[in-house]
């Protein structure tokens, strides 16, 4: 964005509604029609407000497909709103994961505007009936709240007819949800939305850019014989990196670190990578762009110790009082005392041991079952308004929320609070019950649930600081607030960061206990039955016909014996039928024994 400007450009995605049910004229002259108008008249006001803002139309029925990409043309977009048709059924998630991929790969690639200073907007207008799919539309929605990207809904309906679950409001995120049940009402709405986001504070945390940035390519495995052969074809030289211009790395100065982008086979070293991701403030978010292309590159963890030396961290939670019931049990010491050696490298590092890396204190944990290093993230370090998360990797979360109590003028952390969703569907397997195909199994699982409950209640009398809650069946989530007893230090950055990230792990794992162990269940050996051989009398038998004759394979099952699998939605689409008839239909048909398959989330899968 030009110094000069007053505000941001903005360039907005609408995300238009146009299924059978928007054509009801329960709006003058109909749902379409009335919306077409409002959003006419939208575009034509921000345009007065600055004609650099761009626009892009996206219409979602069974699917989503781009009717106008990005464009500062009122003409042009206009006339894509006015040439908008009714047809299909109403497949939100799809739309929405489609619009969220549009503006993704504009966010990647190199060039253009949408990836530098612009706002990205989503507008949403439908009327809220989204029929079954196989995209969760909130969930995406989170993924644009995590990119930045703020999104406005607006609800055609009556008051009385709102949409199930609350859809579109929960979609909302980072901007505004109107219900809107008369035309009138729509235009006082569309004059509101055609104001300039503040994204003042939306500027003060690094988008989850990880989330659309692509993998750096590793060909440093390959023998000799074939990065000959990579140079020959791709044209480019494997091992020499374009921002220090050498080829060995400057920090540990091996060729062992050096990457390819992806885009325009770039070669860089990792920790180039990372002092360029610097240089552009992206470190935080874990992405830095190709020096060469300026596509979004996604940086890889470093396994390898850097050129700065490495400090000592004394993590040693303070001992807490037994009579304060909200205090933490101790968490183990680190395993680092103070007058020892200093710090492991991440390749000799075992569980429980500190690592500085990267001007981070990283920890070695085993965590659900997989060893990996989790560190604390913090947005506006000092500030009233800080965050902290902890993470592994490149950003990925490993619990829902961590928050240390900090009294930035007193200069002290007095504990913390973790938050951890834990349920009994949250780990999405058969084993784990998502599935529940007969009473045995479903049984079984209602087993496992009234046993966790039972150890839920017996970690609230043993720890009365951690707290139980849960907003729908599947799931719950255990809460625990720490208090230290002995404030600790915030001066001393490293020490204090050791004894959150130990003190943490205690309270994962506790609540980690929670959880029945899913044990895999051995398939028993039955015996091969050796085969007798038939006898001329069970020959003669065997082949009178028993029974009545098979009844001819129907038309329907016919055909989906064809595919391998397809949406019931579009099925029901193609038929003319609703979606709950034809699931009906395919259910009778599995049944009757005519077609083999199964119905999983809105999906027709064929039995191979």
Known sequence: MSDTREFDIEDTVILMDVSRSMARKDFDPCRIEAVKSALIEWVKL????????????????TAGQVVQDYTDDLDQIISAIKNVRVHGISALGEGMGFTVQFIGQKMAKAGDSASGGNVNRILIISDGKATLSSIDPIERANVAAELGIITDCI??????????????????????????????????????????KDVFELKKTMPKLSLIAADLLDLTSL?????????????????????????????????????LCPYCKTGMHIHCAEEWAKQSKMIEGGVCRCPHCLFLLKLPVTEKTTSKPASKIIALPPKPTASQTSQTTQPPTSPQQEGQAPLNTA??????????????????????????????AWDNWG??????????????????????????????CTGFIIRDLIGWFSSTSVQHGVFIYNLDEFEQWNKRVLNDISKIKKLNIEHPEIKFSSDKIMDFLLEAEVKFAEPLEVSDRNSLEGNLLLGAMTYLNLFESAITPIKKVKEEKKPKK????????????????????????????????????????????????????VEGIIIKLIDSGELEGTIKKGIFYRKK
């Open 383 to 412: 500030k009233e308004n800080y965050s902290c998360n902890i993470v592994s990797g490149m950003n990925n979360l490993v619990c829902k929320e961590f928050h240390p109590k900090i009294d930035w003028t007193q200069g002290n």
């Open 46 to 61: 921000k345009n007065e407000i600055d004609k650099a803002d761009r626009f892009a139309l996206i219409t979602f029925s």
């Open 155 to 196: 609800e055609i309906s009556k008051l009385e007819t709102r949409s199930f679950g609350k859809l579109l409001e929960s979609m909302a995120i980072l901007g505004e949800f109107y219900n809107i049940y008369d035309k009138s009402l729509l235009e006082v709405t569309i004059k509101s939305l055609s104001h300039k």
């Open 223 to 259: 023998s000799e014989e074939m990065q000959k052969a990579v140079n020959k074809l791709m044209g480019v030289k494997v091992n020499f990196c374009e921002i220090c211009r050498t080829d060995k790395c400057p920090v540990d100065g091996t060729t062992e670190c050096i990457r």
């Open 530 to 581: 050796t085969p007798i051989a038939p006898t001329p009398e069970s020959v003669k038998v065997a082949k009178k016909p028993t029974g009545p004759p098979p009844k001819p394979k129907s038309e329907l099952a016919k055909r989906l014996e064809k595919l391998d699998k397809i949406p019931i939605s579009i099925l029901a689409e193609k038929l003319g039928m609703s979606n709950i008839k």
């Open 347 to 376: 390749i000799t590092a075992k569980i429980g041991d500190f690592i500085l890396e990267d001007d981070k204190v990283k920890l070695k944990i085993k965590h659900r079952g997989e060893e990996k290093f989790i560190y604390l």
